[in-house]
């Protein structure tokens, strides 16, 4: 039977592994970037989103000033 090589830890675990073909212990970062992906996807949305619907009353009140009787 083939042996099986345990998995290497989790980068949320912050343990240090191994790079592979040398002695070098590389340290993982405690939360990876990506983890937080989501919510800068969804921050970046909203603002966009607010400045739209922002400048679209701005450029609707700005007109009915221009044509105001």
Sequence with gaps: MRSVRPRSPSPAAGASAQ???TGIAV?????PLYAYSDALHALVLGLV???TVAFSIHTTIAEA????Y
């Design 27 to 31: 340290r993982e970062a405690a939360v």
């Design 65 to 68: 000033r221009r044509y105001r």
């Design 49 to 51: 989103l607010g400045a």
């Design 19 to 21: 790079r592979p073909g």
